[in-house]
């Protein structure tokens, strides 16, 4: 197991506070600092009460009070300054962190966890739920710290500068505040995660009808879509409000209680001012000081909310980074640094996921440096699950895949696949440049070896008529291009790096039958010493093949050349056969016109 996935099995808050637990409490301390600062106050501003009920006023006293809260305030501001920068700003440094560790983690899944999870649903991990989890470690903490800071401050001001009793019987209602916000908190923290998971459904809709919408139009489904995007939307809505309700009744409970405080003073502290036990200039003191503890307490519903969204979220984020895959190199011979073209499939049993029926049973192929072979069935006979397993994507449980005499399990993913050009039947495009889709952003290729690859594909024509020529931007999946220039494309990205191994997955299906000749003619050039695989439904794409498999239900039903297959008269004669109607049909059909 290499150090990245070791690092995934950490704790990614613990790990992430290991490394930046010195700012934290810096942060921290400054905090504190700060609430001290400010508890000087209310017992700076009773001194002066004192001072002007005088019959002499004590001017110089005054100036020195007033000149000390000034001072207070500056400092204040100072510490203050310091603690948002270190705690705010690191709860950005966690954002990315988070957001960089999810992604990555993204990117060592298997493939079959995408064939699970929705889109949208990803998404929101990486935007919403990564956003509560900063929002708990940066306003989170400062609010709480602050709140214990200045409480703990002023409550022990007022029994040490005012009065032990005054201030036991206007913190009476303080219990009840307790009890309010664990209450209150739970139902945050539930209704939130119905809340993110509505996020999550509409954020796929959107995604999904961006995507499609061209098929949208052209089934005129527009007002179906948006009816069903108002359901979502009323949901997620629904969800807020039903989570706003709850969270809404903290503050002004708070404020009752503390309603109730100020009323316990102005009763009971009036009445220690008028028998001389307390100074007039005590009793706005306190009030000073009970209204500083009110404050941070009646922002504890802030602060219940975004620790509980918090908390939700990170519960989400950890159900994600639970997620492990068995595609790993753990037996893998790092000394490896290239793999040889010769495959050798056994005994090779297969079936995905959760499903009863095999997809592949019982293979066994036998390909050399410097051959190819063709694959060729119906749809569903197992011909892509083939080349999954070649690409490590699922592991292979039954049987066994040798790459040089090795098994493949001994190759890193990393030698494996960079050494195997594929070509997968969605043809995945990026909204970049023509350049940086062959090249995949890697700046090893020179102009040349790009251009290269472009007329071996065929596609370097269409190419040069663009405006831009490489440097033309495509739009989303390749959006503006046909399909067999999509198909073209993919395939000079596999060209381009001269790989061992070159498989093409139904690759040639979206170009005409002149052009699929004279792909197949450069690849018969580009594989002269390099292993190829190319798997297809029209027989035109394999019959050159050194070797031709033909898979019906997850099984070879026949094997042989072109020649060998036609005089057979099995599946593939049929297959032939009827191919063969068609294409005389449609010259018929061409001539006529």
């Known amino acids: 197991m290499d150090k990245k996935e070791t690092e995934m099995k950490g704790n990614i808050i613990v790990d992430f506070l290991k490394m930046y637990w010195r700012e934290y409490i810096i942060g921290v301390l400054f905090l504190i600092l700060s609430a001290y600062i400010q508890s000087f106050n209310p017992k700076l501003l009773g001194e002066i009460i004192d001072l002007l009920k005088g019959a002499d006023i004590d001017r110089a006293g005054i100036l020195h009070k007033l000149s000390m809260l000034v001072l207070a305030a ?11 920068g270190y705690i705010i700003g690191n709860a950005r440094n966690m954002e990315c962190y988070l957001r960089q560790r999810l992604f990555r983690h993204f990117q060592s899944l298997p493939v079959q966890f995408y064939n699970n999870r929705k889109t949208g649903d990803l998404i929101a991990y990486a935007i919403n739920d990564i956003s509560a989890v900063r929002m ?15 409480s703990t401050v002023s409550v022990v001001s007022m029994v040490r500068s005012v009065n032990m009793k005054l201030t036991l019987m206007s913190l009476l209602p303080i219990p009840v505040i307790i009890v ?95 028998e001389n036990v307390i100074s007039l200039g005590d009793f706005v003191a306190f009030n ?21 969204k918090g908390i939700a979220s990170y519960k989400r984020l950890a159900e994600i980074f639970k997620e492990t895959t068995d595609i790993t190199d753990e037996k893998s011979d790092k000394s490896l640094e290239n793999i040889s073209g010769d495959i050798e499939i056994q005994g090779l049993s297969f079936k995905y996921p959760g499903c009863a029926d095999y997809s592949l049973r019982d293979i066994d192929i036998k390909l050399e440096k410097g051959k190819t072979l063709g694959i060729i069935g119906k749809t569903g006979s197992g011909k892509t699950t083939l080349v999954n397993l070649l690409l490590r994507l699922y592991k292979v449980e039954e049987g066994s895949i040798k790459l040089g005499g090795r098994d493949i399990e001994r190759y890193p993913l990393e030698v494996l696949r960079n050494d195997t050009g ?172």
């Not at 500056?74 to 948002?84: D, I, N, T």
């Not at 209150?184 to 509409?202: D, N």
Request: proline share 2%.
């Open 74 to 84: 500056l400092l204040a501001f100072g510490a203050r300054y310091v603690w948002r």
């Open 136 to 150: 708990a470690f940066g306003p989170g903490i400062a609010l709480v710290v602050n709140g214990i800071g200045i």
């Open 180 to 274: 309010a916000m664990i209450a209150i908190g739970r139902l945050v923290q539930i209704r939130f995660r119905t809340v993110q998971e509505s996020f999550a459904a509409i954020s796929d809709r959107v995604q999904e009808n961006i995507s499609g919408i061209r098929v949208i139009k052209s089934y005129v489904q527009e007002k179906q879509e948006v009816e069903n995007f108002d359901e979502l939307n009323e949901r997620i809505r629904k969800a807020n409000i039903r989570m706003v309700r709850v969270s809404s009744l903290l503050s002004p409970m708070i404020e009752v209680c503390f309603g109730v405080s100020f009323m316990i003073n102005l009763i009971y502290g009036s009445s220690l001012v008028r």
């Open 288 to 308: 000073g000081y009970l209204a500083m503890v009110m404050t941070p307490i009646i922002s504890i519903g802030r602060v219940i909310n975004l620790s509980q």
């Open 422 to 593: 594929y070509v997968p039947q969605d043809n995945f495009l990026f909204s970049a440049s023509i350049r940086d889709n062959i090249n995949f952003f890697k700046d090893i290729y020179s102009d040349g070896d790009i251009e290269r690859a472009a007329r071996l594909s065929c596609i370097y024509d269409n190419i040069a008529d663009l405006p831009k020529g490489f440097d033309t931007i495509i739009g989303e999946r390749g959006v503006n291009l046909s399909g067999g220039q999509k198909q073209r494309l993919s395939i000079a990205r596999a060209i381009v790096k001269n790989p061992s191994i070159l498989i093409l997955d139904d690759a040639l299906s979206a170009v005409d039958t002149k052009t699929e000749e004279m792909i197949i003619e450069n690849l018969q050039q580009v594989l002269q010493d390099k292993t190829g695989i190319i798997i297809a439904h029209r027989i035109s794409a394999v019959k050159h093949a050194d070797e031709i498999v033909v898979m019906d239900h997850g099984q070879i039903a026949e094997r042989g050349s072109h020649e060998q297959l036609i005089a057979q008269g099995g599946l593939y004669n049929e297959i032939y056969q009827e191919q063969f109607k068609e294409e005389m049909r449609r010259r018929v059909e061409d001539e006529t016109e």
